[in-house]
């Protein structure tokens, strides 16, 4: 009885106890706009983004995310901006975000009500970098530098 107690232990422990992988866009529309999203649990803008479900690889997800959130197409993922792995820079869970930039079209229409209030384009010196949610600003100001990160 004693293994199989440590065993269940081991289980939920690699289950539980380890970082949730997402991705973060910087999706940027052909007049050079980036598009962010207002997301409804705090109020606040964002990128686009989510958890990789399990089957996806990343430019999947980064699909998908893109489509429900900002009814956006991806076109061409550009570039890896970075990798943010910091314990607390999703305050809901230990995640760790794989930042793209990508290249998209279409119109921007919320898919995903539940999560996103707005979605909106910005040109990079009118995004409100006052009030971006998670650690956002820095992924956004790593981009604006020309940076790759892995933090």
């Known amino acids: 009885m004693g293994q199989i107690w440590r065993f269940v232990q081991t289980v939920l422990g690699i289950i539980f106890r380890h ?3 997402g991705t973060s866009i910087i999706p940027i529309l052909p007049d050079g706009r980036i598009v962010l999203v ?5 109020g606040k803008w964002g990128l686009p983004g ?3 479900d399990w089957g996806q690889d990343i430019p999947t ?10 009814g956006l197409e991806l076109l061409e993922i550009r570039r890896l901006v970075g990798v943010y792995s910091a314990p607390d ?15 998209v079209k279409g119109t921007m229409q919320i898919q995903d009500t539940f999560e996103i209030n707005d979605v909106q384009a910005f ?24 940076k790759t990160v892995v933090a």
């Open 19 to 21: 970082p949730v992988t």
């Open 38 to 42: 207002k997301r409804s649990d705090n």
């Open 50 to 52: 989510g958890m990789v």
């Open 61 to 70: 997800t980064v699909r998908r995310e893109l489509a429900e959130e900002t």
């Open 89 to 103: 820079r999703d305050p809901r869970i230990h995640s760790i975000c794989v930042l793209v930039e990508a290249n």
């Open 123 to 146: 040109h990079p010196s009118t995004i409100p970098k006052e009030n971006l949610s998670h650690d956002h600003q820095f992924q956004l100001q790593d981009y604006l530098d020309g």
